[in-house]
């Protein structure tokens, strides 16, 4: 498995992905090239396409590294499938984050009242693709924020805490992988910086 990083007081791992750049590239060189097809565009969009039923080489490729990713987080932090030891499989939706895309700097998580029940996954990934020298820790770095200390799973639109409590500065090929219900967002930035995103279901094999 590739170099990782627990999250402090998060469930929530960091994924260098640098030894797989040239496995996973030409997958990531595909999205920037069809910006239009995979792009998040308002919300409930109706033209992103599903890349994950995109039957080419360099997509079934990202599949294989990123599944891996996922199976290694859930097994080994996520806090309704760690140390389980059971086999799934993975309904995963995705989308091209592009300089232009607002929605993840707003503070959310993958969880009601943001999404419906029914699109909730277990797991979300941010893998960062392209971005110039100016993304930073002061300019585009990924903030988490609190947990609610009561309910934590009300449906709520903002944490309590609106102040974040770690901040993470993006590197190229590196992958935030996190419970869904865990705040965070994309601090606003002024530049150039492309990123992945995937919510995944992880569903018991039978």
Same mark, same amino acid.
């Given at each position: 498995?590739?170099?990782?990083?627990?999250?402090?007081?998060?469930?929530?791992?960091?994924?260098?992905?640098?030894?797989?750049?040239?496995?996973?590239?030409?997958?990531?060189?595909?999205?920037?090239d069809n910006t239009q097809m995979y792009f998040l565009?308002?919300?409930?969009?109706?033209?992103?396409?599903?890349?994950?039923? +995109?039957?080419?080489?360099?997509?079934?490729?990202?599949?294989?590294?990123?599944?891996?990713?996922?199976?290694?987080? =859930?097994? +080994?932090?996520?806090?309704?499938?760690?140390?389980?030891?059971?086999?799934?499989? =993975?309904?995963?939706?995705? %989308?091209?984050? +592009?300089?232009?895309? %607002?929605?993840?700097?707003?503070?959310?998580?993958?969880?009601?009242?943001?999404?419906?029940?029914?699109?909730?996954?277990?797991?979300? +990934?941010? =893998?960062?693709?392209?971005?110039?020298?100016?993304?930073?820790?002061d300019n585009g770095c990924f903030e988490f924020y609190?947990?609610?200390?009561?309910?934590?799973?009300?449906?709520? %639109?903002?944490?309590?805490?609106?102040?974040?409590?770690?901040?993470?500065?993006?590197i190229p090929y590196t992958m935030i992988v996190m419970?869904?219900?865990? %705040?965070?967002?994309?601090?606003?930035?002024?530049?150039?910086?492309?990123?992945?995103?995937?919510?995944?279901?992880?569903?018991?094999?039978?």
């Open positions: 498995m590739t170099n990782k990083f627990k999250v402090p007081n998060f469930n929530a791992m960091i994924y260098d992905l640098n030894d797989y750049k040239e496995l996973i590239e030409p997958f990531c060189n595909s999205l920037i565009g308002p919300d409930d969009e109706k033209n992103k396409l599903n890349v994950w039923e +995109t039957n080419t080489p360099e997509v079934k490729m990202f599949e294989a590294v990123i599944d891996s990713i996922i199976f290694d987080f =859930l097994d +080994t932090v996520h806090p309704r499938f760690a140390g389980k030891g059971q086999n799934y499989y =993975l309904d995963k939706d995705s %989308w091209l984050n +592009t300089p232009n895309s %607002w929605q993840g700097q707003r503070i959310h998580r993958h969880w009601q009242p943001f999404l419906r029940a029914d699109e909730i996954g277990d797991v979300t +990934t941010v =893998l960062y693709i392209k971005q110039d020298d100016t993304i930073g820790m609190e947990d609610l200390k009561e309910n934590p799973l009300s449906h709520v %639109w903002l944490p309590e805490n609106l102040n974040p409590v770690y901040k993470y500065a993006p419970a869904s219900d865990v %705040w965070h967002r994309a601090k606003p930035f002024i530049g150039t910086r492309y990123s992945f995103a995937t919510d995944a279901k992880a569903l018991l094999e039978i």
